[in-house]
Structure formats: structure tokens, C-alpha cells
């Protein structure tokens, strides 16, 4: 199914994965309107299309009347919000739960024709952890309302922009140790951000996608402390790696989180998420079945941007690829 001159509305647009969506689109002739919250921070995106190609509107999904007129003509919705840390009215169940519901609700409402949520492995509303039982919400909320919406599961997503090699790289660079919850046994299926964007773009047009839930992982497994030796690696530094109980390492977190400084380094919810497999399950539809058969590997990638925390590293100049 082409995408050309159809009017797809991106919600979080500008954000990491979201803006590899965005010039996936513009590459394949869509007209692309990015939905923010601040206008302003999304002006970027305008050079990875033509002239008046992407347009970037306010809308704040936890206001409903914003939501409706960003979906107002569209042809297609993207959800791509999503926090990683709570912060004045941006709390999980607002934002991830909710909000991604009135996304559906309207976009429902205004005819639209097909949906992509982006979710996350480990959503589950049993979970302990709000981020995970947030994003089960959201999945809920849109099926309530677009049920041929299809859904996107992904691992931990890397890239230059990524929250997660970048946090523990900054972290290397400022404290000698680093700490391995739960002994850091945890697996992770790091997906390369490129193909999680490639993977939203094909489940948008394949109408087999419709209804369909998807599990993004890469082509490898890592514990989590293998994923902090590479990242070690990368920067060129050694720092001891210290395993401490999830539960002792809370309240360190705790106060993190309540220093002025944001985002905080760790958050509780954070270390809750890190005491479970984050990996594709099995039997699960996955990168194969949206035709990418040869998923980025984390190796080929991380070096590329990690460099900058190395000593004399040099200004890190962000490739949307």
C-alpha cells in the first residue's frame, strides 16, 4: 500500500524513535504532521522533506480537543509518545495509559483508516513496575477503540539518541562503579532504531499488520552486564561493575530522584524493569514477519555514537540513517 500524498499524523514525532518514523515517511511521499507539545522543539524535522511535506502542529494528548484537531483529515496516526521518567503532569497513566487512548478514541471519531501503537516488551498490567503497566494500558485503550490497530513491541532501542547505552556511558564517565542489579543476569534484545522505524512504517501499510501485535528484538541477546562491558569497551574505560539487590539499590534511587536534576540517573521504576527479561517471546510475530529479515546489529552501531564520552571524544553530531 503507497503512503504517497497521504496525510499520516505523528504524535511524539520529534522524539527518539519518533523521528525516524517521520523521514521514513517523507522518503516515501507521505504528508507527514507531527503533533508536539512544543511546536518549536520539532522545527528539525522540516529538511527530511520537501518544502511544506511535514507540517508541525501543537497537540497535547492529555487535552482532547488538541488530540482532535491534530487527527482532524488524516489517513493514518502514529502513536510514538512515550516518557521513561515522571515529571509534573507527564505521568505514566496520563501520558502512556490515557493518553494513548484518547489518540484512538479520536482518531476513531475522525475516520481514520488504520493505527500504529508504539509499545514495549513487558507490558503488562500485572507488572510492578508503572512504565510496563502503563504501557499495557495504552495497548488496552487502543484496541478498545481501533481494534485493527497494530502494535509495536520493541526491546531496548538503540541508536544515537538512545536513553540507554548514553545514560550508562555518562554514568561511566562521572563514577567508578557501576551497578549490576540483581547481579545484572537480566536479558535484553537490543533493536536498532532504524529498523523499529522501518518495522512502524511497514505495519502502517501492510494490511495483514491490522489487529497485530509485534515484539522487536535484534539479532542478538545480551545480559546486562554483558551490555555494560560493551559499552565500557566503546569509551575506553574500566569501571568496576558491582552487583547490588534491586531492593538496597532504591533508595539510591530515590534520592536521584528527588535531586533538581533531570532526568535522574536511576529511577525505582527503572531498576524494577531492569530485574526482568526484556527479550522477543517465543511464538511472538516479529521483525521477520514485517519483512526485515536482517535486523542492525548492536555492534555495528554503538561505536558511532558512544565515542563522545571517550577522552577527548569530540562533538557528537547526530545521522538520522
Known amino acids: 500500500m503507497s503512503l504517497r500524498n497521504k496525510l499520516v499524523t505523528v504524535f511524539g514525532g520529534s522524539g ?35 518544502v511544506g511535506q511535514i507540517d508541525i502542529v501543537q ?30 503532569a ?40 508503572a512504565y510496563a503497566r502503563s504501557k499495557a494500558q495504552g495497548e488496552a485503550g487502543v484496541r478498545r477503540h481501533m481494534p485493527q490497530a497494530a502494535i509495536i513491541r520493541p526491546s531496548v532501542v538503540f541508536g544515537p539518541e538512545d536513553d540507554f547505552f548514553n545514560r550508562f556511558a555518562a ?12 547481579g545484572g543476569h537480566t536479558k535484553f534484545q537490543p533493536v536498532y532504531v532504524g529498523d523499529v522505524a522501518e518495522a512502524i512504517v511497514r505495519a502502517l501499510t501492510d494490511p ?6 509485534f515484539e522487536l528484538g535484534g539479532p542478538s541477546v545480551h545480559s546486562f552486564r554483558e551490555l555494560l562491558q560493551m559499552t565500557l569497551a566503546e569509551i575506553h574505560k574500566k569501571r568496576l561493575l558491582l552487583p547490588i539487590p534491586g531492593a538496597l539499590l532504591k533508595p539510591l ?28 517471546a517465543p511464538g511472538a510475530k516479529t521483525l521477520a514477519d514485517l519483512g526485515i529479515t536482517e535486523p542492525t546489529p548492536l555492534e555495528a552501531v554503538i561505536g558511532t555514537y558512544l565515542y563522545r564520552y571517550r577522552r577527548g571524544g569530540g562533538k557528537f553530531e547526530p545521522r538520522f540513517s
Open 253 to 280: 534511587a530515590l534520592l536521584m530522584e528527588l535531586q533538581p536534576l533531570f532526568p535522574p540517573p536511576l529511577t525505582r521504576d527503572q531498576i524494577e524493569l531492569l530485574k526482568h527479561d526484556n527479550v522477543v
Open 59 to 88: 497537540a497535547n494528548i492529555r487535552m482532547p480537543r488538541s488530540v482532535q484537531q491534530a487527527v482532524a483529515g488524516a489517513d493514518y496516526v502514529i502513536n510514538c509518545v512515550g516518557i521513561l521518567h515522571q515529571s509534573g
Open 208 to 213: 495483514a499488520a491490522a489487529g497485530q501485535t
Open 90 to 129: 507527564q505521568k505514566f497513566g496520563a501520558v502512556q495509559a490515557r493518553g494513548a487512548e484518547v489518540i484512538a478514541l479520536c482518531a476513531k471519531e475522525a475516520g481514520v483508516q488504520h493505527m500504529v501503537q508504539v509499545s514495549a516488551i513487558g507490558a503488562a498490567a500485572e507488572s510492578r513496575s
Open 171 to 182: 554514568m561511566a564517565a562521572l563514577a567508578p562503579v557501576l551497578p549490576l542489579v540483581d
Open 16 to 50: 527518539f524513535i519518533g523521528r525516524y518514523v517521520v523521514k521514513r515517511l517523507a522518503e516515501q511521499g507521505a504528508r507527514v504532521r507531527v503533533a508536539i507539545r512544543r511546536p518549536d522543539e520539532g522545527l528539525f524535522l522540516k529538511p527530511m522533506g520537501n
